[in-house]
Nanobody, 121 residues
Framework: QVQVVESGGGLVQAGGSLRLSCAAS????????MGWFRQAPGKEREIVAR????????YYADSVKGRFTISGTKAKNTVYLQMNSLRPEDTAVYYC??????????????WGQGTQVTVSS
């Protein structure tokens, strides 16, 4: 059984910062990629950022480029999302996802329950 647990959400004023953390744990689980998604009320879930451990490549949605930074460690199946210059439109539930074969499948195997991020204007 693999568990993905996020933390670090909360309420912040526009222009502020938050750091989200995520850890995927399981006796034999090893990820090759981890990502952050978000879903705002009434909207579809969207990718925010992704990191692939092999080579350390990252991807960011255009809406967060230059403001958010994804980082982490493969050895601990842990990923972080540093969010700066937050805007009210960043308000959403943020989900962490982990993939064991993302390089070939393009899919994530495990998802967290989500953490709420609210940015007030």
């Amino acid at each position: 059984q693999v568990q993905v647990v996020e933390s670090g959400g909360g309420l912040v004023q526009a222009g502020g910062s938050l750091r989200l953390s995520c850890a995927a744990s399981g006796r034999t689980f090893s990820s090759d990629a981890m990502g952050w998604f978000r879903q705002a009320p009434g909207k579809e879930r969207e990718i925010v950022a992704r990191i692939m451990w092999s080579g350390g490549s990252t991807y960011y949605a255009d809406s967060v480029k230059g403001r958010f930074t994804i980082s982490g460690t493969k050895a601990k199946n842990t990923v972080y999302l540093q969010m700066n210059s937050l805007r009210p439109e960043d308000t959403a539930v943020y989900y962490c996802a982990a993939g064991s074969n993302y390089y070939y499948s393009g899919e994530y195997d495990y998802w967290g329950q989500g953490t709420q991020v609210t940015v007030s204007s």
